[in-house]
């Protein structure tokens, strides 16, 4: 017994003399800026929200159907399930370990390893037995308290990889209705540019007829018609491109895809303005950055838990139980078999065993903090990017407009002198191919205008999906 107070109490001596983990560093070591620097005037009326296309009722038809069972998310949410089963395992190791258990045992002993008392022994014996038994791990310092901590912050971090795959989706949900849009207004120019060039190609056949003209203009009056029906001929392959697009994302026929994509909508609707937003927003709504924090969180509660296997172990443990060599006596008060104790354990040699585990944990705690600060600064980079390509789209929109505009009048003007014998055929036709493409040019910069809002939208870390989400009927 003294043997046993001896040891036990260089166990818990030991054990306290050990040193815990070095200190590791957390998400307040990151230091973001003041503001972002390419962010525009604060503007109460732009709000992040406004920068999806939600007045189109293509996108929100097709985001509300892939956020409902698209499968990437479906995926991604099963994981969040599984992550949320492990941590109630992980909590329900601090609760009491109840079980119960019943035994029938045959027993045969051979009487002559008794010598001559064996004729008195009965050599044949059943016992029946039944028992509840109990055991509790106090957990006085915190092992399983940091393991559950650390399991619900993987938890937390596997919701925001959910997050991350719902915000992408509905991005590239979001740009691929807006190349369709766009599509449709290049069509529609690019259309134009082809009767435009007819027209000029029946004038130059009327005066190659007339004999007031050679052939050599109907020609190139035809060139330039083909050309336009060239472009408007490509377009086919991009159609084709974004249908199989939206049918990988929403996992829905082509049929029902291009029904929905056919549903009329504004052409050219208002460019939303910029919401100008502080860094810190990153921090609360972008899900990638959220989830990078749960998992330094997670790997600093390992730690944690990893350090706290130096320290004693006390587990209380009970039973209450029966045991009768006769079923009928199985009940009986004298059939009470019950016992309770503890044991207080802890390592005492481990050769370096939980020394080594501790720095595995901490190398994968400074790990997790340069994971996070990464995190960190890409969604700054990505937020800074996004902000200039707003504002160099919009100037590329406006010029690119601006120049349609132009060429189209000047090529109306040349046609009008020309009917009016003040410009030759040549000038007609170098202002035709001037106007030619750049109304599909200006569709096309009104188009990546739109598009780099969605990238400003998720960089920002988008908002509530609530109205996204909103189950139809």
């Given at each position: ?39 525009p ?118 919701g ?16 691929a ?32 007829e ?25 377009l ?5 491109n ?13 049929s ?25 927003l990153?921090?609360a ?18 730690l ?50 939980i ?42 929109a ?71 989400a909103?189950?139809?009927?």
């Amino acid at each position: 017994m003294r043997v046993g107070n001896v040891s036990l109490a260089a166990v818990v001596l030991l054990a306290g003399c050990a040193g815990g983990p070095a200190e590791m560093p957390t998400a307040s070591d990151v230091t973001l800026p003041s503001a972002f620097t390419f962010a525009p005037e604060e503007n109460a009326q732009a709000q992040i929200a406004n920068l999806l296309p939600n007045s189109d009722p293509a996108f929100q038809s097709l985001s509300n159907r892939a956020v409902k069972d698209a499968p990437v998310l479906t995926e991604a949410l099963a994981r969040v399930e599984a992550a949320r089963a492990s941590a109630r395992r992980a909590g329900s190791e601090r609760l009491p370990s109840i079980n119960a258990g019943a035994t029938v045992e045959y027993a045969e002993t051979n009487p002559r390893q008794f010598g001559n008392a064996g004729t008195l022994i009965d050599t044949s014996r059943t016992s029946y037995g039944a028992n509840v038994t109990a055991s509790w791990d106090a957990d006085l310092f915190g092992r399983l308290r940091a393991s559950e901590l650390a399991a619900k912050a993987r938890l937390d971090a596997t919701g925001g990889d959910a997050a991350a795959v719902r915000l992408a989706l509905v991005s590239e949900i979001a740009a691929a209705v807006i190349d369709w849009r766009t599509l449709a207004a290049r069509r529609t120019s690019l259309e134009g540019d082809v009767k435009a060039a007819e027209a000029i190609s029946r004038l130059a056949s009327v005066r190659e007829e007339a004999g007031i003209a050679p052939g050599f203009d109907r020609v190139r009056a035809d060139a330039a018609a083909s050309a336009s029906r060239s472009r408007l001929a490509l377009l086919e392959s991009e159609r084709a491109n974004l249908i199989g697009r939206l049918v990988t994302l929403t996992a829905r026929p082509a049929s029902e895809v291009v029904a929905v994509l056919e549903t009329p909508a504004d052409m050219a609707p208002t460019l939303s303005s910029a919401p100008a937003a502080l860094p810190s927003l990153l921090l609360a709504n972008r899900p990638d950055v959220q989830a990078a924090a749960a998992r330094l969180r997670a790997a600093d509660a390992q730690l944690a838990a990893t350090a706290a296997q130096r320290f004693p172990r006390l587990t209380l443990s009970g039973t209450l139980g029966l045991l009768a060599f006769d079923l009928d006596d199985l009940f009986d008060r004298d059939s009470r078999v019950d016992s309770i104790g503890g044991s207080l354990t802890g390592p005492l040699l481990d050769f370096g065993r939980i020394a080594a585990e501790i720095d595995e944990a901490e190398a994968d705690t400074v790990g997790a903090f340069a994971s996070y600060r990464g995190a960190v600064f890409s969604a700054l980079g990505e937020t800074e990017a996004a902000y200039l390509s707003v504002e160099a789209a919009d100037r590329q929109a406006v010029a690119a407009t601006r120049e349609a505009e132009q060429a189209a009048r000047a090529a109306r003007l040349s046609e009008v002198r020309f009917r009016a014998g003040l410009s030759d055929f040549l000038t007609v036709l170098e202002a035709r191919r001037a106007a030619d493409a750049s109304g599909e040019r200006a569709a096309i910069a009104a188009g990546q205008a739109r598009r780099a809002r969605i990238l400003l939208w998720q960089a920002l870390g988008g908002v509530s999906f609530d109205s996204i989400a909103e189950a139809e009927g």
